[in-house]
Nanobody, 114 residues
Framework: QVQLVESGGGLVQPEGSLRLPCAVP????????MGWYRQAPGNQREFVAI???????HYSDSVKGRFTISRDNAKNTMYLQMNSLNAEDTAVYYC????????WGQGTQVTVSS
């Protein structure tokens, strides 16, 4: 079983920033593609960003230019740097690890409000 642990969520004002880590304790992540998704109340879970084992990245149009996905394989941790946040970014953010089985974290709440 692979455990993913998100953190870093919270309440932030519009135009603010947050950085979300996704830790994978005890598991080398370097060979895996990992991603971030989010789910707002009443909505389906949607894709945010993905990073491949080579470091290649892809973003949804809604976050492109504002969010940056990265990984530190030595720390078994992936990150999502979120800048210029707005109310539409309010959601529970989930990370995943894509292997023969896809594993998900428990999610971390991000609320953008003044």
């Amino acid at each position: 079983q692979v455990q993913l642990v998100e953190s870093g969520g919270g309440l932030v004002q519009p135009e603010g920033s947050l950085r979300l880590p996704c830790a994978v304790p005890g598991r080398m992540i370097s060979m895996y593609t990992m991603g971030w998704y989010r789910q707002a109340p009443g909505n389906q879970r949607e894709f945010v960003a993905i990073i491949g084992s080579t470091g290649s990245t892809h973003y949804s149009d809604s976050v492109k230019g504002r969010f940056t996905i990265s990984r530190d394989n030595a720390k078994n941790t992936m990150y999502l740097q979120m800048n210029s946040l707005n109310a539409e970014d309010t959601a529970v953010y989930y990370c995943n690890l894509i292997g023969p089985t896809t594993y998900w974290g428990q999610g971390t709440q991000v609320t953008v409000s003044s």
